[in-house]
């Protein structure tokens, strides 16, 4: 039988890569270090106690948590039904999954964003497929009437395994994603402004952050040179972000991170609505430590 949880004790689940002391870590292991140090103080600061936890440990080493937060789980997209398999058995347990395994489930694919947009949220232009290859990405080129896409894995994360090709750089003959994926236009703000990014916890916004990518490169995250700046919305944006938020079909996350563009139209479109397991910059929200805790210790 399961032990009682202990109301005190949140695990933060990570993974061998980004766990200090496991052996090599990612490129941007450095992110799980920065919000561990912001959340640990603020936790004891409101009598938790914060247990960093690999995902695949064994099931008996959860015993006694009350809650696990799904901090920098990120392999998961390249296991992802054991990755759900393994929450769903902590919450069989009692333990409170945050976020639940049915929003995991639902976030992983992001066909989501099909569903956002049916709901009135601005999104980017996707073409989904099952695979592509060069004559699908000139196909594409061609229907949005663009010199150059993105192409994303459709269960994936950070970046990993994303492609983008001009007319003048295409893939080869043989190439192919190899793996269900979307295609959209590739949007210039992204570099010459940036991605805007919007953290929430409990449904409230906690704080922005501007997102540039690295010199010569078009994506934002740490591992390719990217780079954070604060950031605060003006109404419309943040608006549109919080329109994110209310198109969401579920309304009882602890936390999520709304990461939007501008399209050539000035509006933001969300990219991604993250719901699993995001790094919510505590660099740029300060007090990101104790609007979570104290929103874990409400729900306790």
Known sequence: ???????KRIGFLACEDTLPGA?????DAFEHDIEVAALRPAFERAGLELVEIDWRAPLAEFEGLALVLLGTAWDYQDHPEEF???????ARRGIDVCNPPEVVRWNA??????ELDRGGATTVPTLWRDDIDRAGVLAAMAQFETDRVVIKRQV?????GQHSFTREALPDEGWSMGCPCLIQPFLQSVVEEGEYTFVFIDGSFSHGVLKRAGEGDYRIQSLYGGYECD??????????ARAVIAS???????YSRIDMARLPTGELAVMEAEAIEPYL????????????ARAIVARL
């Open 248 to 254: 969401l079909p579920f309304d009882d996350l602890l």
């Open 281 to 292: 910059y505590p660099e740029q929200g300060p007090g990101l430590g104790d609007k979570l």
């Open 84 to 90: 759900l398999e393994k929450l769903e058995a902590l």
């Open 23 to 27: 052996g090599p870590r990612r490129g």
């Open 231 to 240: 950031y605060a919305p003006e109404p419309r944006d943040l608006a549109k």
């Open 156 to 160: 994936g994360a950070g970046g990993l």
């Open 109 to 114: 694919d992001k066909r989501y964003l099909e």
């Open 1 to 7: 039988m399961p032990s009682e949880p202990n109301d």
